[in-house]
């Protein structure tokens, strides 16, 4: 009687797993928690997947209430599986609720020391094409700066201008006290792809020490040349550091 109830629930379970990576994908589209996940340009395939979910959940929980009225209840169908039935959807259903309690985050500076952050200042990921040219070197971004450098990376051609540019703190292990490392990721796809690209910032007064890592910073300065780590790179000399919230979209394209 018990394995007759368990194996008449096993096709709700299937209902409620769709419904609930559907609710799930809605969820943080509404909660505007997509921008951590994926690129823009993604954020309507997924929203009208989720809306096909709750669709195809629906359809299937009205063939199941239809099938539980008829008279004639279908003969059960014997198969050979390697897993107890029901397991994958539960499987399914247990990662769309843990899904749903735990918050997606930014990454922060760990991910960026363990993906290459001090590799990334020489620049050599970044695509040139895509970015904004400007006239005020003070109205270009971090991102723009890193793919000025990418299209002609002579640092001294740079000297002197001034940036003021946004990002978050992290703490290069191979340089001195005075300096850190203004940081953004891009991303291309999704989360999984997403790599940092940063600046040096010198620091004219105190150390690093005066800004947590994964802080976001606003600084205004300009730029010079420094050997760094035993390569001439391009750095940002501050002259003012504001602490900012972090972006409701914290990276970049």
Same mark, same amino acid.
């Given at each position: 009687m018990a394995r007759t109830s368990i194996r008449s629930f096993l096709p709700w379970l299937d209902v409620v797993a769709i419904a609930a990576w559907g609710v799930l994908l809605l969820y943080y589209w509404l909660s505007e928690k997509l921008f951590l996940l994926i690129h823009p340009n993604y954020i309507g395939l997924t929203v009208a997947a989720g809306i096909f979910l709750l669709f195809v959940s629906g359809l299937k929980g009205l063939f199941?209430?239809?099938?539980?009225?008829?008279?004639?209840?279908?003969?059960?169908?014997?198969?050979?599986?390697?897993?107890p039935p029901?397991?994958?959807?539960?499987?399914?259903? /247990?990662?769309?609720?843990?899904?749903?309690?735990?918050?997606?985050?930014?990454?922060?500076?760990?991910?960026?020391?363990?993906?290459?952050?001090?590799?990334?200042?020489?620049?050599t990921r970044v695509k040139p094409q895509s970015f904004r040219a400007s006239t005020r070197t003070e109205d270009k971004t971090l991102i723009d700066?890193?793919?000025?450098?990418?299209?002609?990376?002579?640092?001294?051609?740079? /000297?002197?201008?001034?940036?003021?540019?946004?990002?978050?703190?992290?703490?290069?292990?191979?340089?001195?006290?005075?300096?850190?490392?203004?940081?953004r990721f891009v991303? /291309?796809?999704?989360?999984?792809?997403?790599?940092?690209?940063?600046?040096?910032?010198?620091?004219?007064?105190?150390?690093r020490k005066s800004y947590s890592p994964d802080g976001w910073l606003e600084v205004e300065g300009q730029m010079l040349t420094e050997t760094l780590d035993n390569k001439r790179q391009l750095t940002l000399q501050a002259k003012s550091l504001k602490s900012i919230p972090e972006p409701k979209n914290p990276y970049n394209y």
């Open positions: 199941l209430l239809r099938s539980s009225r008829s008279r004639q209840p279908s003969a059960p169908i014997q198969h050979m599986t390697l897993f029901g397991l994958g959807s539960l499987l399914l259903l /247990t990662v769309a609720i843990a899904g749903l309690l735990i918050t997606p985050r930014a990454f922060a500076s760990q991910t960026a020391l363990d993906r290459g952050v001090t590799d990334a200042i020489t620049l700066w890193i793919r000025t450098l990418q299209v002609y990376p002579e640092p001294d051609a740079y /000297t002197g201008q001034k940036a003021k540019v946004q990002g978050f703190v992290v703490y290069p292990p191979n340089l001195p006290e005075q300096y850190l490392l203004l940081t991303i /291309t796809c999704c989360a999984a792809d997403a790599y940092p690209v940063s600046l040096p910032v010198k620091l004219t007064t105190g150390d």
